[in-house]
């Protein structure tokens, strides 16, 4: 989930923006690489001002030329209010400044009500679009919306009743559509090994700016898809990511997740607004060491299996949930600090962290998340088996990373 803590009233009109034409290929800038970066925000949902205004900022900062090998893309299907579960249309957007500098912006593609921008022909059909619009040699993500980890396709409204809809179903979930005062009971969701298979480009990138994506379990899932991905094991303020650096960290050549990462946590650790609001966690992770992570841990784990199953959520810890509100998402433990509390000896635990560190470039913290005091910092969170229930240990057992590793037998 992305929490709602403020509310802007912001009506952008390129959300009815007309059809032009497609992106043009008179090359005029002198850059060496073509970029194309895709916002996929779902705001059919609590958000909506939030994401609404993220848009606003990355349209308004130094967004490519017309006919440049860079091109600013956003698929957004946002709520006509946080509050108003009225259906709207999707849109996929292409930004570009003119000859004289002034913003314009082009609808390529209008996806109807009807259909879910969740659902995987949708993401596909958008990101097929994409592709034939805007070719390029790099390719980054940034996915907005509410976010549930690792956790099953409506976990969180139906707790183990979800499961009888997704008995061991490879799925994670993503997004919140109609997660709303007065909408659906049960929003839709996105299940992240579906998200894999939609997605036809390999990506240089993902950022989720979305809740307890930043899991071994989704990293591990989507490893094949993207070189780096980007996510925060906790909550996000519902403002996000700085996206007034998404055009120089993102879209230059040799574009920088590390350094969009940086940003992000650098506008929170001394938020003017005050010590609530200096809430952050963020970690970048090279997909290509997730193998030998993997591999560590599958060690690790069939050594101290007994010690990891009498962990109990009482066990002192690192969580990344926060109690009461997010009860219901209490499955996201430290992943090193799960170990270190089987009392696993140094070499060990000098193993873990060194394929942790292979994997990280980049992780940072703020010393709390709101009221959650964050004492240890791994990068990652993982389930503690014992905080689950029978079902969902049960369902656990299908995930990629359960399957490596074998956390749970």
Not at 227 to 238: C, K, N
Not at 249 to 265: I, P
Not at 385 to 394: A, F, H, I, Q, V
Request: overall charge negative; aromatic content about 12%.
């Amino acid at each position: 989930m992305r929490r709602l803590f403020a509310t802007i009233t912001i009506l952008i009109a390129f959300l009815t923006g007309c059809e032009k034409h497609e992106l043009g290929y008179h090359i005029t800038d002198k850059s060496t690489e073509s970029v194309s970066v895709i916002v996929y925000a779902e705001a059919f949902n609590n958000l909506s001002s939030d994401i609404k205004q993220n848009i606003e900022t990355a349209f308004s900062g130094s967004i490519p030329q017309y006919g440049s090998k860079k091109h600013l893309l956003v698929y957004s299907r946002c709520a006509l209010s946080d509050v108003d579960p009225t259906p709207v249309n999707g849109y996929l957007l292409n930004a570009y400044r003119n000859q004289t500098g002034a913003l314009e912006v082009d609808t390529l593609l209008t996806v109807p009500p009807q259909e879910s921008s969740l659902s995987t022909a949708v993401i596909r059909r958008v990101l097929e679009k994409v592709v034939q619009a805007a070719p390029a040699e790099h390719y980054g993500l940034i996915m907005s919306s509410h976010g549930s980890g690792w956790l099953p396709k409506n976990y969180v409204s139906k707790g183990d009743d979800a499961l009888d809809y997704h008995v061991l179903a490879p799925s994670k979930s993503f997004g919140s559509e109609g997660y709303m005062k007065n909408g659906p009971e049960i929003p839709e969701e996105l299940e992240i090994a579906d998200l894999a298979h939609a997605i036809p480009m390999h990506l240089d990138w993902i950022v989720f700016d979305a809740c307890f994506m930043g899991c071994v379990e989704v990293f591990y899932q989507l490893r094949n898809v993207a070189d780096f991905i980007s996510a925060a094991p906790t909550e996000i303020l519902s403002t996000g990511f700085d996206y007034t650096t998404l055009s120089p960290y993102l879209l230059a050549d040799g574009g920088s997740v590390v350094k969009f990462s940086d940003a992000y946590y650098q506008r929170y650790l001394n938020d003017p607004r005050g010590e609530t609001y200096r809430s952050a966690t963020i970690t970048v992770v090279d997909c290509a060491m997730l193998e030998q992570l993997a591999e560590t841990c599958n060690t690790l784990f069939q050594k101290y299996r007994a010690q990891i199953g009498a962990l109990g959520d009482k066990s002192g810890i690192q969580y990344y949930f926060r109690d009461p509100f997010t009860i219901r998402y209490s499955y996201f433990y430290d992943l090193a600090d799960i170990l270190k509390h089987t009392g696993a000896d140094a070499s060990d635990m000098k193993a873990l962290n060194d394929a942790l560190d292979r994997c990280i470039p980049y992780k940072a913290a703020t010393a709390s998340f709101l009221d959650l005091k964050i004492k240890t910092y791994s990068g990652m969170s993982m389930f503690l088996p014992s905080t689950g229930t029978d079902k969902l240990r049960e369902y656990y057992k299908s995930l990629d990373w359960n399957i490596a590793t074998g956390l749970v037998k």
